[in-house]
């Protein structure tokens, strides 16, 4: 059960600079015209507005960095035998008690798209599993939401619980904070700050006036099989993505994009093996070694993303997007390129028939993955189009069960969300 605190600003400085000396604090700040969020020390945790700001880029970078060591490897030759290797692994697994503060309910759900195919499923990801569990999330309910927000298309709402371990409101003369999960309400309880039942009603306006600060809903249905109609339909996707540059800025600071590559550095006998964000974007993600590329077309690289965000993955995963509606593709893209109006053409362009007769990934093995899913997951090829790389992973083929449950940006018809 839910417990509700009121902390004065100057008593939620004091408390976040307490947790400081045992956490690793995450919180915006200001960098010319960005917000990023970064690790902050008791002495910078002074400015509350600066620590308000929704950032620019996503706090996915406090589970999954944007490079990291995997493995360190040494190998010494035996002299008797220089054919011959003795390699001793490090595998640096683990990390330090982090708290996330001030990320927004959207963000805080990104992390539950991402804990899907990193934590389910045949391979847990224990680099993932470490700093998941060592991190507590501390969201702020949205005051208000901007024009290119739609979280309530995709399942989620400005005062959303689903990812956080505490969600605070600004109400008059401080906030309201509760605690969400248990891990929350450790912390919460440890604060010493008064109760905030009385001021529960204050919190509940505040979203409610958020709510109401969205635009119109999604009136957008059974959308997975709808966007995977669109599968050959070429013309589309060539218009959709005509001015598109391949830049990868919208995949770089979404919350729930997670494709990556892995590179080896170092000599023949001592290195280290790399896990860096990459984007599918970038006609180089699925270069093969042999030279072979299966997309590159930049339409065959839109369509994949728009495929992950809104078909496969919910196919996947009980109908859930791959996207939260944080809107930050949607203001960074340099060519003001709009998700929602992609999935939107798509969506209404493809007749009932058409989707019923859709395209559907047939399911295969998965196999270990060198590249995360958005490589993937693209269904099997039509006739002529090269197949995905060898080890990708296909995404289950839709049930009749999901293709029969109509889908309204995440929710059923009766409003209540669809899991
Ligand atoms: S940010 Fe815009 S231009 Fe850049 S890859 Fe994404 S859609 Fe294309
Ligand atoms: S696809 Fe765009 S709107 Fe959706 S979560 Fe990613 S950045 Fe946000």
Redesign the pocket.
Known sequence: MSTFYFAAPDALLGWLKKLAADYRVLAPRREGRSVMFRPRTADELTDMDELLRRATA?PKGAVIPHSETLVRFSSTKDAENPARLDTTLDAPCGDVPTVLFGCRP?DAR?FVVLDRPYLEGRFKDPYYAARREALVIIAQACPTAFSTC?CHW?GGSPAGREGSDILFTAVDGGFVLESVTEKGAKLLEAAGFASGEDRRNEAEAAHRKAEASLGAPSTLENIPARVAARFRDEAFWIKETEKCLSCGA?TY?????QCFTITDEGSQLDGRRIRSWDTCMSPLFTLETSGHNPRTEKFKRMRNRISH?FSYYPQSYDGEYS????????VSCPISLD?RQVVKHAVEGAPEAVAEAAPVPAPKPAPARVKASSAASEPASPAGEPKAAPGAEAAPKASAKSEARPRTGGKSKSGKKSR
Not at 253 to 257: A, F, I, Y
């Open positions: 996503s959207c990104g739609f995709v919208c600071l979404c919350p729930t994009c965000k996207c939260v509606g944080c809107g930050r593709c949607v998700i």
